[in-house]
């Protein structure tokens, strides 16, 4: 089968198994589970997996691994996809509602399950034409819990040439798919300030040391460090949404807490703001007698940088699914960002607006829901990814 022919009937398959998708995607929906609790979420996908043939292994706890093998020697090629939910109650009315109160695929990680479950029945389908090998991976811990870094430490991708994975995406047109060379999502700290001081009455502030007066003055100095030592071609976002101090109007506490984010597509710029943070927090919290810690919380995620030769083949590998718009880059974080410093790759994204149907809602949204319609479309896009090395050529 020339390539050609080859494209033309993974095409036709996802086609066809649009039901399908759109069926696991529903199940997943239905049963959110949240960072290495997708225990449900992982059996589902084995007990597909193994319908079709495929051996899988476990890998992150909750991470699902399958391999097809070619019959000849040849690359291999890694698709992702990410498993978790979200701590969010649905606000959605519709049949296939979360029935975990306060859990919710409120970012597309179903659809890209169930989209790489149908590209899974399409590549079986076709293993007599893989030269090589393809992952499959279904990856937990996405959200915040660098599931992803757990996958490359564990060696998944070690024998890995290229890797894909792909995000549905609210900011495009249902159906388009779009991707951008170089830095396409941000690099994703969170952090945490602790200022002590000693609490006491607020109507007698000079009998204590006020921690909250000191965060006030951090919060405002860290917000010149974006405007007075960043240039300002740099994208960087410091954001500081959650202080917490006294639960009562007439009391000084003991400390007071802020946590923040830090984003950026520079590695240099991230390290350098980290460390003037640190002196920041540390000099204000001398000046005022009080004790100041700053400390990273959770998983670092780096910024997320496609490579650069394969997003310019990706145009020729889909042009027959529309081609590839170039997106926006986002200041969103990704923990695909590992995998791509581990090996050559690419992001990509699937548009899911669509104002007629009411979908119009951002990601990590309660409303947030996603075209079904075109969720075929994904599992053609992990289809033809996963012959890459064989597609891609002129």
Not at 38 to 58: D, N
Not at 67 to 90: H, P, S
Not at 120 to 136: C, N, P, S, V
Not at 207 to 236: G, M
Request: hydrophobic share 40%.
């Amino acid at each position: 089968m020339n390539p050609e022919e080859l494209k033309r009937n993974i095409i036709e398959e996802a086609k066809n198994l649009a039901n399908y998708v759109i069926e696991m995607r529903r199940k997943i929906h239905m049963n959110p589970e949240t960072a290495f609790e997708e225990e449900e979420t992982a059996k589902l996908i084995e007990e597909e997996l193994h319908k079709m043939g495929y051996e899988t292994q476990r890998v992150a706890g909750t991470g699902v691994v399958a391999v097809l093998m070619g019959k000849e020697d040849g690359k291999t090629v890694a698709l992702r996809a990410d498993i978790d939910a979200l701590n969010i109650q649905e606000e959605n009315d519709v049949p296939y509602k979360s029935k975990n109160p306060g859990k919710m695929h409120a970012c597309g990680h179903d659809a890209h399950t169930a989209s790489l479950l149908g590209a899974a029945k399409i590549l079986q389908k076709y293993r007599d034409q893989i030269k090589g090998k393809i992952k499959l991976i279904f990856q937990p811990a996405e959200e915040g819990g660098g599931g992803g870094k757990q996958i490359v430490d564990a060696g998944v991708l070690d024998d890995v040439d290229y890797v894909f994975g792909m995000h549905v995406w609210k900011e495009q047109q249902a159906g388009k798919i779009g991707t951008r060379k170089g830095p396409m999502l941000a690099s994703a700290d969170a952090f945490k300030i602790t200022i002590k001081g000693k609490g006491g009455h607020a109507a007698s502030p000079y009998e204590a040391i006020d921690s909250t007066a000191v965060v006030a003055d951090i919060y405002n100095a860290l917000q010149k460090l974006i405007t007075r030592e960043i240039k300002p071609f740099e994208s960087v976002i410091l954001t500081i949404p959650m202080l917490q101090g006294s639960d009562a109007f007439n009391v000084i506490p003991n400390e007071t807490v802020m946590k923040g984010t830090l984003r950026t597509f520079n590695p240099e710029v991230r390290n350098y703001i980290i460390t003037r943070i640190e002196e920041v927090v540390d000099g204000f919290s001398k000046a005022w007698r009080c004790e100041g810690k700053f400390e990273l919380e959770g998983v670092s995620y780096p910024p997320l940088i496609n490579n650069p030769e394969i997003v310019e083949s990706l145009q020729l590998l889909f042009e027959e699914l529309g081609g590839v718009e170039e997106i926006e880059p986002s200041m969103g974080g990704e923990d695909f960002a590992f995998y791509l410093q581990k090996t050559k790759g690419a992001f990509v994204t699937l548009g899911i607006y669509n104002e007629e149907k009411g979908i119009i809602f951002d990601h990590h949204h309660p409303g947030f829901n996603v075209d079904e319609e075109i969720l075929w479309k994904g599992a053609a896009i992990y289809a033809l990814l996963g012959f890459y090395p064989l597609l891609s050529k002129k």
